[in-house]
């Protein structure tokens, strides 16, 4: 069973850095894509970023230039480096893989909050 363990959440004041990690374990299929998306409250969950096996990265426009994304193949973990945070990126945010298993589906993690200070 394929498990997503998320970290790195936090109160944070506008202006300042947070660095997400995830790490999937229990997959028996090679990892194809790992992102992350967020949901703030009264609104709908949003993709932030996501990374292909390749490298391929594509962000949303809100986070450009101020979020990472990376990825360690062999740790099976992605990161999203996150700066300049304003209070509109206050969110739960969770971290997603899909596998080269033919299915196309997604897995999840069970989130981590985000908190930015005016």
């Known amino acids: 069973q394929v498990q997503l363990v998320e970290s790195g959440g936090g109160l944070v004041q ?13 997959n028996k299929y090679v990892i194809k894509n790992m992102g992350w998306h967020r949901e703030a409250p009264g609104k709908q969950r949003e993709l932030v970023a996501g990374i ?17 994304i990376d990825r360690d193949g ?3 973990t992605v990161y999203l480096q996150m700066h300049s945070l304003k209070p509109e990126d206050t ?4 971290c997603f893989v899909r596998m080269w298993d033919g299915t196309g589906r997604d897995y999840w ?10």
């Open 74 to 76: 062999a740790k099976n």
């Open 91 to 94: 969110a739960a945010y969770y």
């Open 14 to 26: 506008a202006g300042g850095s947070l660095r997400l990690s995830c790490a999937a374990s229990g």
């Open 52 to 68: 292909t096996d390749g490298g391929r990265t594509n962000y949303a426009d809100s986070v450009k230039g101020r979020f990472t």
């Open 109 to 118: 993690g069970q989130g981590t909050q985000v908190t930015v200070s005016s």
